[in-house]
């Protein structure tokens, strides 16, 4: 019983880590129409900044902010100078997609310059008080992330539903032409979502490394995973993002105690082959017009 | 463009040991990965090797002529390690070499010298196998994992007293092959009974599965096979799941980087190491000044220390056998070796394992390792 409950908790916070990922993915899929293979390297630079950071005497909490608002800004600079300069009409629809894989190894090969190839930590003071609940066993840093979670994703939710600009951004993810015509800023509200996106990648790099550690190499599989839900979330569907990362967390979780922990790791694939296999538009999704 | 880099390399180190031009120099090959993920222990036993090359020359080279070092990178790779060894073998009538890290790397050389009768020494491969095979010119300066298990889990079994006990290794050669080794001897002298052993993914970086799942066993010491990091992350997590099992783990995390990723998580933790930088005996002592002098700070890893016993222990032979042109003169040679090094005293066994090396038990205090026997 205490190896079931202390199971399904471990579930649910790796399972928020991972919508953080595929919530800012989907986002930049439906709304921009581009996959972006640099998430994960973007997820690298929050946690490295987090290093950097708090290696200065920052403390975690305003880093927890800081860090992902400046990769959040290099997201706007990524949308307004690569990806729309390879978004033209005569280019190929593939060109958005090279970029963002050449911008994947530009990142990578950057940080092992900069920042060398050891493994560093995030060196957080609540990550490894933990409090005690007799059979269950939080630590600090779980909590955080718990917390900020639902803290964002509240935000987020009453953003996209409630304000002018989350309406722009529904309105564009379900037929870009016809809001063009209604007088959207089509090009602000790409410039909104990949920040929001990125935002989202580099929070989950600060929340999710101080259990682990941070070389140039860990946004690999943060992005996969990701992309998983994705797909299996449906594409575009931030709410199958959120319904997805934290079935795929507990899955993870209770197939590792219980069938095998050296599968952990499979899960999600299996997952997208089945969705793809038996519903292609994926559990939450709707079917992508192209436009 | 790789090419150009090896002979790059290659030029560099010619340059930087060939001053002493007077005698037909002794060629040396060595084969170690400088580059990919195993590139810092690489780097490490090649520092070494270079060290102990350096104040060999100075002291007079072997039997006047100095040591000349051929050094290639092998990136980890058995196809790299055998293209490497071809090179030396064919191309620069290299007749010794020193290598490499990864057993399967040294094994695959192996097939190429032993062919060629053609010496392999390596500083750090471990795989049982190794001395296995019959080749005569083979010889490893290191203990492998069932010397030093014997060691460390008497000093477990005697001191610490354990009646269960768990294993997280790597998924490796090296992972399964502690793991192996520490469960057989435990059998055999009557210590702790298996409760939980798993093997872990190389590229996994949350270890929560596995530790709740110990958590809930409550066994009374925890064996920890992993490199640097991954102990590190390792006793982290453990630390803050509340995990109270004694912790063990094999001498990989025995290291600078392990003390400063794990901190304060770390404490009170056993290890089996072969040598660290805090030993101070004479022959550590001398190894230490000479790598300091050469590369400005201690080394981070045993690794230095291994190339560098490895490079001593080889021109020890040469000058005993005069010379390398003579490999049964030089196997012999080879097994009269009475060497001391910072890891103690060094001889060998007829299938080229090393006979009564010394393993140490040590305890993480304060954030250092304390020498608690050996």
Known sequence: MQLLLQSIVNGFVDGFGYVLMAVGLTLVFGIGRVINFAHGELYTLGAFLAVLFIGHQFPYFSTVFIAPILVGLLGIVIERFIIRRVKKPGLSIWAPFLATLALLVILQSLYLIIFGPDPQIVE??????????????????????????????????????????????????????????????????????????????????????????????????????????????????????????????????????????????????????????FRPRGLLGRTVRRG | MKKVRVLCLALFVLCSFGTARAAEPVKIGVIAPLTGSQANLGTGVVNGIKSAAKRINDEGGINGSPVELVIYDDRNSPDEGVSAAHRLIYEDKVKLILGSIGSSVTAAVQQLTMRE????????????????????????????????????????????????????????????????????????????????????DPAETSFTAYLTKIKSLNPDALFIVGDSVHAAVIMKQAKAMGIKSTILSSGEAGTAQFLKLAGNAAKGMYLSLDWSPVFTDPASKKFLDAYILDYGKAPDTKFAVQGWEAMWITAEAVRKAKGMSNPDKLREAFLATNWTGPRGKWTFRENGDPAGVTTFVVVVKDNKFVKVSG
């Not at chain 1, 935000?155 to 959207?184: E, H, N, P």
């Not at chain 1, 943060?222 to 795929?248: F, M, N, Q, R």
């Not at chain 2, 471990?126 to 069932?146: C, E, H, I, N, S």
Request: with cysteine.
């Open chain 1, 124 to 277: 957080n003071p609540y990550a490894y008080d933990s409090i005690n609940m007799g059979f269950l066993t939080i630590t600090g840093q779980d909590l955080i992330v718990s917390i900020l979670f639902f803290v964002v994703v509240f935000c987020l939710t009453w953003f996209i539903r409630k304000t002018r600009y989350g309406m722009a951004m529904r309105a564009v993810s379900q037929d870009r032409d016809t809001s063009l015509l209604m007088g959207i800023d089509i090009d602000t509200i790409y410039t909104l979502t990949w920040f929001l996106g990125v935002f989202l990648a580099a929070l989950a790099g600060v929340l999710v490394t101080p259990k682990s550690t941070v070389d140039p190499y860990i946004g690999r599989m943060p992005l996969l995973k990701g992309l998983s839900i994705v797909i299996v979330g449906g594409l575009g569907s931030v709410e199958g993002a959120v319904v997805t990362g934290i079935c795929l967390g507990l899955i993870e979780s209770l197939a590792s105690i219980y069938i095998s922990p050296s599968f952990k790791d499979g899960w999600g694939y299996l997952l997208v082959i089945l969705v793809l296999l």
């Open chain 2, 117 to 200: 009768r053609a010496f392999l020494v390596t500083p750090v491969s471990m795989a049982p196998k190794l001395t296995q095979v019959g080749d005569k010119y083979f010889f490893r300066v290191t203990a492998t994992a069932a010397m030093r298990q014997k060691v460390f889990t008497g000093f477990v079994v005697h001191a610490l007293k354990p009646k269960t006990i768990a294993y997280l290794a790597a998924n490796d050669d090296l992972g399964r092959s502690e793991v192996e080794s520490a469960e057989e001897t435990y059998a055999s002298i009557k210590g702790p009974k298996t409760v939980y052993k798993s093997f872990y």
